[in-house]
Every structure is written in structure tokens, then in C-alpha cells.
């Protein structure tokens, strides 16, 4: 009996799927979320060395200060921490500690007397208008190799990711949506 192109086809479609083949690996330093992740811790320490070193603060004692920094209002610590995306008791922790060191302090929430919000002393906001223009200089250190229309491509392009998977992109938005 003569064979067939499409019995040959099918003998060889069998036998490729019956054998085992090396699968594809995922190659990390393409992967983006990856990229990102990496990317991010690595400016996050460039960044952490001058209020680290300088101040004694941690990332999210930091992140705890900078959020409140850059606000009107007082806030809850589940704003920071959504708002941050730190783990809940992590910026716990950071608060604790913060308040010991008198550099945030709590307000009693007009709307809810249960709730506390949060919001930085005189000493916090000095230390804040200390860092901030050292952290954006900082920043353009990191940034430096980047031309200016590169920076404004890489701000439209975060900017179109946070879109994609619905982050709230200011204080404002945040504010609005009632989503911290």
C-alpha cells in the first residue's frame, strides 16, 4: 500500500508529539514585568542611599513621608499603603515608628471619629522639603542618560501601562474615586 504526503504528515505529527521536546524557556532579561520589578528595586536603592544614610529612614518610612509630603490632606494608612503598594503592615511598622520619632502625627477624621489619618509634623515636613529636591536631582542623575524627548516617551508610555491596568495615577484621582 502506498504511503501517502498526509499519512506521512500524520505518522510524523505523532512521533514529534510522543517525543519529548525541549520546551521554550522564558528568557528573564526579556520578560518585562520582570525588567520593571528589577528596574524599580534598583532605583528605589539608588534613591533609598540619600535618606537612608543621611537620615536613618527605611523605604517604607520614606514612602510613608513622601506620600503625605505630597498631599494637601491628611491620609489613611491604607491610602499609603494602596496608594504605595506596600504591604499594610509594613507601613504599620513604618507609622510606629515615624510617630516615636515625631515626624508624623495623627488627626482625628472629621467624617469617621474612629478613624485616625495621618499627616507630617513641622519637623516631618522640614525633612521633607529637605529630601525632595535632593531626590529629584537624584532622579535625574538616574535619568541622565536619556535624552529629554526620551523622558517624555518613557512618561507617555508608564503612563499608558499604569492606564491598562487601571492604577489611579494622581492624589486627585485618588481623591475623586474615593479609592483609598
Same mark, same amino acid.
Given at each position: ?26 528568557? =528573564? ?9 528589577? =528596574? ?58 515615624? =510617630? ?64 491598562? =491596568? ?15
Amino acid at each position: 500500500m502506498a504511503r501517502t504526503s498526509s499519512d506521512i504528515a500524520l505518522k510524523t505529527r505523532q512521533a514529534d508529539e510522543a517525543s519529548p521536546r525541549p520546551k521554550a524557556r522564558l528568557d =528573564l532579561f526579556k520578560f518585562v514585568p520582570f525588567r520593571l520589578n528589577r =528596574l524599580a528595586a534598583e532605583v528605589s536603592s539608588a534613591l533609598a542611599v540619600e535618606y537612608q544614610e543621611r537620615h536613618g529612614l527605611d523605604i517604607p518610612a520614606w514612602r510613608v513621608i513622601a506620600t503625605l509630603g505630597f498631599r494637601n490632606d491628611a491620609c489613611s494608612a491604607q491610602y499609603i499603603s494602596q496608594c504605595t503598594r506596600t504591604h499594610k503592615s509594613t507601613i504599620s511598622r513604618a507609622v510606629t515608628t515615624l =510617630l516615636n520619632e515625631g515626624l508624623i502625627e495623627r488627626v482625628e477624621n472629621e467624617a469617621d471619629r474612629r478613624e485616625f489619618r495621618l499627616q507630617l509634623t513641622k519637623k516631618g515636613r522640614a525633612l521633607y522639603e529637605e529630601l525632595f529636591p535632593q531626590l529629584l536631582r537624584r532622579e535625574d542623575e538616574i535619568l541622565a542618560c536619556l535624552s529629554p524627548q526620551e523622558r517624555k516617551q518613557l512618561s507617555v508610555l508608564l503612563s499608558k501601562i499604569e492606564q491598562s =491596568l487601571d492604577l489611579i495615577q494622581t492624589s486627585e484621582e485618588a481623591d475623586a474615586k474615593q479609592a483609598y
